[in-house]
């Protein structure tokens, strides 16, 4: 079956400008992840949605992310003001959560560079 | 907190020859582990999990990784590696409710 696929695979965009980043995730998949992996921070987490809702935002690093997921489908991540430091790749993963022994299936990947 | 420990940042390994890619934890309960391989520009690609029983797990592509709890390590073996194999693998504990990652060994292999 489908994986799960992100949109756009790159995006190049001007330093001030906002971005959106979506993610569809397998059929079925209850819980979503947004990680971000760049060259000085490694893998982190951002934000975990069950279903609509987002019960931890702990790893958005400023208010200029945000994130929505709708119809416990498809979600979008946001970053407004773009700065150079947002440049990294934004991975996004998807479960279907059996209690804390869940497998999480992670998309290609959107590269974001900020000019 | 929960971390993940790959000390070994890059490795290189002749094609045919054995591989052990190290991972230390530290998690205050039983640990879910997993190993996933990242390849240039993609995803990252599950390769094993561990959440309970038989110690010694096997995954795909030939690899397999021992949990020792003793040691808090959950280790990547491969009996003989393959030019395909190049590629960055990380290890990864199940936090609350996220994955936390190690750093990442570059796998580099020559002929």
């Known amino acids: 079956g489908a994986g799960v696929s992100q949109s756009p695979s790159n995006k190049v965009t001007e330093k001030g400008k906002d971005v959106e980043l979506r993610c569809d995730p397998i059929?079925?998949?209850?819980?979503l992840y947004w990680y971000r992996q760049s060259l000085g921070q490694g893998l982190e987490f951002l934000i975990y949605?069950?279903?609509?809702?987002?019960?931890?935002k702990s790893g958005l690093p400023s208010d200029r992310f945000s994130a929505e997921r709708t119809g416990g489908s498809v979600s979008t991540l946001t970053i407004q003001r773009t700065q150079q430091e947002d440049s990294a790749v934004y991975l996004c993963?998807?479960?279907?959560?059996?209690?804390?022994?869940?497998?999480?299936?992670f998309g290609p990947g959107t590269r974001l560079l900020v000019l | 907190a929960q971390s993940v420990t790959q000390p070994d940042i890059h490795i290189t390994v002749s094609e045919g020859a054995s591989l052990e890619l190290r991972c230390n934890y530290s998690?205050?309960?039983?640990?879910?582990l997993f190993w996933y391989v990242q390849s240039p520009g993609q995803g990252l690609q599950l390769l094993l999990k561990?959440?309970?029983?038989?110690?010694l797990v096997q995954g795909i592509k030939g690899f397999e990784a021992e949990f020792k709890r003793s040691q808090s390590s959950f280790n990547l073996r491969k009996p003989s590696v393959h030019w395909s194999d190049a590629a960055e693998y990380f290890c990864?504990?199940?936090?609350?409710?996220?994955?936390?990652f190690g750093t990442g060994t570059r796998l580099l292999v020559s002929p």
């Open positions: 990864a504990v199940h936090g609350f409710q996220k994955l936390v």
């Open positions: 949605f069950q279903g609509n809702s987002a019960p931890d």
């Open positions: 059929s079925g998949h209850t819980a």
């Open positions: 993963a998807s479960s279907f959560r059996l209690g804390s022994q869940e497998t999480q299936y």
């Open positions: 998690y205050g309960a039983t640990p879910y």
């Open positions: 561990y959440f309970s029983g038989d110690t």
